[in-house]
C-alpha cells in the first residue's frame, strides 16, 4: 500500500454529515458546517422511485461545486437492489472520495463492491485505487465478520455501525442508555484497531437533545471510535469539541512526536516523557492528537 | 437624473413630488429648517367630553372631508384593527381621495386594497408595505405615487410640515376619558406609543380609540392629553395574539446560526467591543441568535453594553436584567416578554424622532455602535434594498434600516448568500433603501466582506482569524449558484418614489409588468 494511500485513509473523521442528494440546497451549502466527510445519500434518505433524480443531483454538485476540506463520501444503495451499480458509476465519475457500502455482511459484498468501483475507475479514465471504501454493519452477522470484512480489502478505510437495522436485527430497539448496542460498538472497535482501520459510531437520531448527544459522543471517543455518523449540522460542533484535545494533551503530544523522532534517529527506542514510558507505539496517536488539535484551530 | 447611489431619478417625478435626487450621507448636516405647528382647538371649559360614542362621530367632528391625510401607527403589527375599522367608515361615508400616511402597513391591512381601487384612498405614505396594498401599489392601482420614508425620515416628513396629517388617529391599549394613552395595561398592549408621538404632535386633529378605558388619570401616560380632541372606545383595537406573541424560540437553522456566530466574531475584534459600547438588532433568527452569543461573550470578556436601542425582543430585554446592559431605549416590542420587560426601571420608551430622525438636534441612532440588519439584497457597493422583492413587488418596510445603518459607527447586515433560488448578493439590487456609504459589514454564510470604505474595520479584523472575503468574491459565489440573474421587467410607470432619510430621492420603483 503507498504512502498517500495510507494517510488517505488515516485523514481526520470525526463528523460524517448524511445528507440528502436529491437536495440541491442541502447539499449545495452543508460543508460550510465544517463537517470531516459529507456523506451523501442515494439509499434511505431517497425513494424508490427517486434514485435516478438524486444521482443526477448528485453528478452535478460533486462536480460543480468545491467542497473544500469536506471529504466526499457517496452512500450507495445496497447490493440486494437493482440501484446500486448505477450508484457506483455516478460516484465515481463525479469525482467521490469514497464509497460507503451498507449492509455489509461478509468480506465478498466488499470485493464485490471494490470489482465494480475498479470497473467504474476504468471506465472514467481515474486512476486505479482512487475511491475508498467503507462499510456499515447494519446486522448482527455483519458485527460477527467484522474483521474479515475489515480486512477485505485495501481500499477500505473504516467501518461504521448503523444503529437503526442492527437492533432491528437484534429485536430490540434504540434507548437512551444505548446498552442494546455495547456489544457491537466493542466487537466492532476491536475489529477495526485489529485491522488498524477506523470506526465510526452510529447517528444520534433526536437532533434536539444536544445534551444527550454530547454524552454519547464522549462515551464513545473514550472507546476508542474516530468519529460519529450525524444527521444535523448543529451535531458537528459538538463532535469537534469532544474530539479536540487538552492543552495537557497537546503538549505531550508535541513532546512524544518530537521525542520519537530524535530518540529514533540515535537508536533510542524506549524512553521517557514526563515520567510515563514511550516506544514507536506512541507515535500514531500523538501525531493524531496533533492532527485533531489542529483541526479544532487550537494548533496552528 | 442620476442620484449619490447611482440610481436614476426621472425629472418629471422629481418635479411632481417636489424633491431633488439623494445627494449622499449627511448633505443636510448644519442645515437649519423651520418646523411647522398644528392647529390646536382650545379646550379651556372643565366641562369638556372629550370620550364621543363612536369612530363615525369622531369623524365628523374632525371634520373628514375628501383629499385629507390620515395618520396611524403600526405598534400592533399584523394584530391591528384600527386601520380597517377607520377605513370602513371612511368608506362608508363616502369620502376620497384619502391619503394614508401610516408607520407601516402590512398584511393586516389587505382591505384597504379595495378602497385603492375605488378611490376612497388616492395616496399612501410609509415605512412599508406588504401584502394587497404592496400588490396594489406595484400593479399601479394607486392613483398618486407612494412615498416610502424610514422611520426616522417619516418623523422630519411630518415635522417639516411635508407631510401634514389632517387627523391621526392612535390605537391606545389604555386611555381615560380625557385622551391619557399609554401602550401599557389592557387587553392589547403593546408595550410604547414610539411612532405615534408626532402624529400627536403634528397632526391638527387626534383621535385616540381604545378598547380600555380606565379612570383619569392614566400615568404615567406616554401620549399626553393635552395633544387628543377625541376618545373612541371600540370592543377590540387589535388582536393580542398577533401583536406580540410569546419569546421566539432560538432558531434552530445552522446557517442563520452561522451567520450569528460570524457577526458576534467580528462584533467583537472591533475596536467598538468595549466597556459602554452601544447595539441594536433586529427580530430575525440570525438578529437573536446573534445577541444570545454576544451576551456569552460579555460574560467571559467582563465587557458591558451602555444601552441598547430599537425595537426589542426577550434576548435585550434578557441583558439588562441580567446587567449586562445598563439601560434600554425602546421604540417597540416585538414579544410579551419585552413588554412586560417595560417596567424595568431603565427600560425607557423613546419617540421615533429621538429614536432616528435626521432632522432635529441629534437622535440617539447618531449614538449606535453597532447596529445588525437584514435586506432582501444586497449590491456589490453595499446599497441595500428593504422593500422590494426579487419579483418586483413592494413586499418590505425600511423601517430604522437607513436611519440605523447611517447613525451607527459599525452597521452589520445577516444575509444569506442565495434565498429561494435568487442571488442576495447581486450587480445591482432591485431598489436602493440604504445607500451602501451606511453600510459597513455584510456577512453570509459564506464569509465576512467589509466595506472598503472602512479600511480601518478592515485593518482591525485582517488577523483575526475570521473568514474574510470581498463583496464581490460573495457575489460571484452566488451567481455560481443560482447563475446570473436577469434584470426584471417593469412598466415605466414610476408607483412609488423611495425617500431618503433626509427627504431626497434615493429610488424609484415602477409599476411591474405583468
Not at chain 1, 56 to 63: E, I
Request: net charge negative; glycine share 10%.
Amino acid at each position: 500500500m503507498g504512502e498517500a494511500l495510507t494517510d488517505k485513509k488515516k485523514r481526520l473523521r470525526r463528523s460524517m454529515l448524511f445528507l440528502n442528494a436529491q437536495k440541491p440546497s442541502l447539499i449545495r451549502d452543508a460543508y460550510l458546517y465544517g463537517p470531516d466527510s459529507l456523506m451523501f445519500d442515494l439509499e434511505d434518505a431517497v425513494a424508490e422511485n427517486q434514485k435516478d433524480s438524486a444521482r443526477f443531483s448528485l453528478y452535478n454538485a460533486l462536480r460543480n461545486i468545491d467542497y473544500g476540506r469536506s471529504e466526499k463520501i457517496v452512500r450507495i444503495n445496497g447490493l440486494d437492489t437493482p440501484h446500486w451499480r448505477e450508484d457506483v458509476r455516478c460516484a465515481v465519475a463525479a469525482g467521490c472520495d469514497s464509497i460507503r457500502l451498507p449492509k455489509t455482511e461478509t468480506a465478498r459484498d466488499i470485493s464485490i463492491l471494490e470489482e465494480e468501483v475498479f470497473k467504474a475507475e476504468k471506465e472514467f479514465g481515474i486512476e486505479e485505487g482512487t475511491v475508498l471504501l467503507m462499510a456499515a454493519i447494519e446486522s448482527a452477522r455483519g458485527v460477527i465478520n467484522c474483521m474479515e470484512i475489515c480486512t477485505a480489502s485495501d481500499r477500505l478505510f473504516g467501518i461504521a455501525l448503523s444503529g437503526g437495522d442492527y437492533t432491528k436485527d437484534l429485536q430490540t430497539t434504540l434507548s437512551p442508555t444505548g446498552v442494546e448496542l455495547m456489544g457491537a460498538r466493542q466487537h466492532m472497535i476491536i475489529a477495526a484497531r485489529a485491522a488498524k482501520v477506523q470506526c465510526f459510531d452510529t447517528v444520534y437520531t433526536n437532533v434536539n437533545d444536544l445534551d444527550g448527544f454530547r454524552h454519547e459522543t464522549e462515551m464513545i471517543k473514550q472507546m476508542g471510535f474516530d468519529g460519529k455518523s450525524l444527521i444535523n449540522p448543529r451535531q458537528i460542533p459538538i463532535v469537534h469539541g469532544v474530539f479536540t484535545p487538552t492543552d495537557k494533551e497537546i503538549e505531550f503530544a508535541k513532546k512524544v512526536v518530537r521525542e520519537i523522532e530524535e530518540k529514533s534517529a540515535q537508536g533510542i527506542g524506549v524512553f521517557t516523557v514526563d515520567g510515563k514510558m514511550i516506544d514507536i507505539a506512541f507515535y500514531d496517536g500523538a501525531r493524531r492528537t496533533l492532527e485533531m488539535a489542529r483541526a479544532s484551530g487550537k494548533l496552528r | 437624473m442620476l442620484n449619490a447611489v447611482g440610481r436614476d431619478i426621472p425629472e418629471e417625478i422629481l418635479e411632481k413630488v417636489h424633491k431633488v435626487p439623494f445627494m449622499g450621507n449627511g448633505h443636510y448636516d448644519g442645515y437649519e429648517i423651520k418646523k411647522t405647528g398644528p392647529k390646536t382647538r382650545c379646550v379651556i371649559s372643565n366641562g369638556k367630553n372629550k370620550l364621543v360614542s363612536s369612530i363615525r362621530e369622531a369623524l365628523e367632528l374632525s371634520g373628514i372631508k375628501d383629499g385629507m391625510r390620515i395618520s396611524f401607527h403600526h405598534h400592533f403589527r399584523e394584530g391591528d384593527h384600527i386601520v380597517n375599522m377607520v377605513m370602513k367608515e371612511i368608506h362608508e361615508m363616502g369620502i376620497r381621495d384619502i391619503t394614508l400616511c401610516a408607520s407601516s402597513l402590512g398584511k393586516a391591512h389587505d382591505p384597504v386594497y379595495d378602497y385603492i381601487l375605488d378611490g376612497t384612498v388616492t395616496g399612501i405614505e410609509a415605512s412599508g408595505v406588504r401584502g394587497k396594498i404592496g400588490e396594489a401599489i406595484s400593479r399601479g392601482y394607486l392613483k398618486n405615487i407612494a412615498i416610502l420614508r424610514s422611520h426616522g425620515g417619516r418623523v422630519r416628513a411630518i415635522e417639516s410640515g411635508e407631510s401634514k396629517i389632517n387627523i391621526a388617529f392612535i390605537g391606545a391599549p389604555t386611555s381615560d376619558d380625557y385622551g391619557n394613552l399609554s401602550g401599557m395595561g389592557g387587553k392589547n398592549e403593546c408595550g410604547v406609543l414610539s411612532y405615534s408621538s408626532v402624529d400627536a404632535d403634528y397632526a391638527d386633529k387626534v383621535i385616540a380609540i381604545t378598547d380600555t378605558l380606565v379612570p383619569f388619570p392614566n400615568y404615567p401616560c406616554q401620549i399626553s392629553m393635552t395633544k387628543v380632541d377625541y376618545v373612541v372606545k371600540v370592543d377590540e383595537i387589535g388582536d393580542a395574539s398577533k401583536i406580540a406573541t410569546g419569546a421566539a424560540k432560538p432558531t434552530t437553522d445552522m446557517k442563520k446560526l452561522m451567520l450569528a456566530r460570524y457577526c458576534t466574531d467580528f462584533v467583537t475584534k472591533t475596536p467598538y467591543y468595549r466597556i459602554g459600547f452601544s447595539y441594536q438588532t433586529g427580530v430575525g433568527g440570525a438578529s437573536i441568535a446573534s445577541t444570545l452569543y454576544l451576551a456569552d461573550r460579555m460574560r467571559g470578556d467582563g465587557v458591558k453594553m451602555a444601552f441598547g436601542l430599537g425595537g426589542l425582543t426577550k434576548p435585550m430585554c434578557d441583558l439588562l436584567d441580567e446587567g449586562l446592559c445598563g439601560a434600554l431605549f425602546d421604540t417597540q416590542d416585538f414579544d410579551t416578554f419585552a413588554i412586560q420587560n417595560m417596567h424595568h426601571p431603565r427600560h425607557y420608551m423613546i419617540t421615533a424622532g429621538e429614536y432616528a430622525s435626521p432632522f432635529n438636534k441629534g437622535a440617539f441612532v447618531n449614538k449606535l455602535d453597532f447596529v445588525i440588519l437584514a435586506a432582501l439584497e444586497v449590491d456589490t457597493d453595499f446599497n441595500c434594498n428593504v422593500v422590494v422583492g426579487s419579483d418586483g413587488m413592494l413586499m418590505g418596510a425600511q423601517g430604522g434600516h437607513p436611519d440605523t445603518a447611517e447613525g451607527a459607527k459599525c452597521s452589520i447586515v445577516l444575509v444569506p448568500l442565495v434565498q429561494g433560488r435568487m442571488p442576495t448578493i447581486r450587480d445591482r439590487v432591485t431598489a436602493v433603501t440604504t445607500p451602501g456609504e451606511s453600510v459597513d459589514v455584510v456577512i453570509t454564510e459564506y464569509g465576512i466582506a467589509v466595506n472598503p470604505r472602512r479600511q480601518d474595520l478592515i485593518d482591525a479584523v485582517r488577523d483575526s482569524g475570521l473568514p474574510l472575503t470581498t463583496i464581490e468574491e460573495m457575489k460571484e459565489k452566488a451567481y455560481s449558484i443560482t447563475g446570473e440573474p436577469k434584470d426584471i421587467e417593469f412598466e415605466d410607470r414610476v408607483v412609488a418614489v423611495i425617500e431618503a432619510r433626509d427627504g431626497t430621492i434615493m429610488d424609484v420603483v415602477r409599476q411591474i409588468k405583468e
